[in-house]
C-alpha cells in the first residue's frame, strides 16, 4: 500500500516537472534556440581545445602565450 502511494506521488511529481521543463522549452521568452547555439559553440569550442595538441591547430594556449588574445 505504502509502495503504491509512493508511486502515485513520484508519478504526479515527474509529470509536474516534465511540464514546466516543455514550458521553459517552448516560451517566447525562454530563448531556447539562442541557448541550444550557445552551447553548442561551447562544445565546438571544448573539442577544438582538446585536439590542437594533436592537429596543430593552436588554441586557446597557443593564442595566450603568443599574445593575441585569449579570454
Do not use: W
Not at 4 to 30: E, H, N, P, W, Y
Amino acid at each position: 500500500m505504502t509502495d503504491r502511494i509512493f508511486q502515485d506521488v513520484m508519478t504526479i511529481a515527474t509529470a509536474v516537472i516534465g511540464l514546466a521543463i516543455i514550458a521553459v522549452i517552448v516560451s517566447k521568452q525562454a530563448n531556447t534556440a539562442n541557448v541550444i547555439t550557445q552551447a553548442g559553440g561551447a562544445l565546438g569550442n571544448v573539442i577544438k581545445e582538446a585536439v590542437s595538441p594533436v592537429s596543430g591547430a593552436g588554441g586557446l594556449m597557443s593564442s595566450l602565450s603568443s599574445g593575441s588574445g585569449g579570454f
